[in-house]
T-cell receptor, first 117, second 110 residues
Framework: KAGVTQTPRYLIKTRGQQVTLSCSPI?????VSWYQQTPGQGLQFLFE???????NKGNFPGRFSGRQFSNSRSEMNVSTLELGDSALYLC????????????????FGPGTRLTVL | QKEVEQNSGPLSVPEGAIASLNCTYS??????FFWYRQYSGKSPELIMS??SNGDKEDGGFTAQLNKASQYVSLLIRDSQPSDSATYLC??????????WGAGTKLIIKP
């Protein structure tokens, strides 16, 4: 079974630009979560989508947004980029957001490394 | 505010010894607990899931869960330099949301 894929893997942008990152979950997984990770920092939760609906949201400004499509693929968008947005953006998929305990096991993609100049 | 706490480390362990990583959580209703390993510059990898009190062994790893004391630990037996990484603890809270610890950096010294 193919793993979680993220595109692009690397991205360089300048301040003020916007960026869109893409994530394709493991086949059969309907939940997609997004995280930001900066050097030496833990995972900062951005949001989670399930069946095209945002289920949870972290404490990030409105410049960060996302969506999920009917095939469970997800995109996140960052508008008006700031230098502090430089980070590794990770996508993780799982079967669901409730139900049996194993459904919350999350599997990560390789990440998109965003550099804002 | 539901929390998951880990000692940030670094935890230095000699090669061949047992590395012990600990995690405490605040939500008493939590039912699912996960350990992830993250190598520098890479994404986290799920290495253990545990749901019931007691020990669970898998591939050189032992997870221990004590719900009464609200802690979960990970033991790495016969640790090798390749085990050097950051280990993240994650707990599913009563709202089925995954709460993450900040991670413990483990260094295995040859």
């Amino acid at each position: 079974k193919a793993g979680v894929t993220q595109t692009p893997r690397y991205l360089i942008k300048t301040r003020g630009q916007q960026v869109t990152l893409s994530c394709s979950p493991i086949s059969g997984h309907r939940s997609v979560s997004w995280y930001q990770q900066t050097p030496g920092q833990g995972l900062q939760f951005l949001f989670e989508y399930f069946s095209e609906t945002q289920r949870n949201k972290g404490n990030f400004p409105g410049r960060f947004s996302g969506r999920q499509f009917s095939n469970s693929r997800s995109e996140m968008n960052v508008s008006t980029l700031e230098l502090g947005d430089s980070a590794l953006y990770l996508c993780a998929s799982s079967y669901g957001t409730s139900g049996s305990r194993s459904r919350r096991e999350q599997f990560f993609g390789p990440g998109t490394r965003l550099t804002v100049l | 505010q539901k929390e998951v706490e880990q000692n940030s480390g670094p935890l230095s362990v000699p090669e061949g010894a047992i590395a012990s990583l600990n995690c405490t959580y605040s939500d008493r209703v939590s039912q699912s607990f996960f350990w992830y390993r993250q190598y520098s510059g890479k994404s986290p990898e799920l290495i253990m899931s545990i749901y019931s009190n007691g020990d669970k062994e898998d591939g050189g790893f032992t997870a221990q869960l004590n719900k009464a004391s609200q802690y979960v630990s990970l033991l790495i037996r016969d640790s090798q330099p390749s085990d050097s990484a950051t280990y993240l603890c994650a707990v599913v809270d009563s709202n089925y949301q995954l709460i993450w610890g900040a991670g413990t950096k483990l260094i295995i010294k040859p």
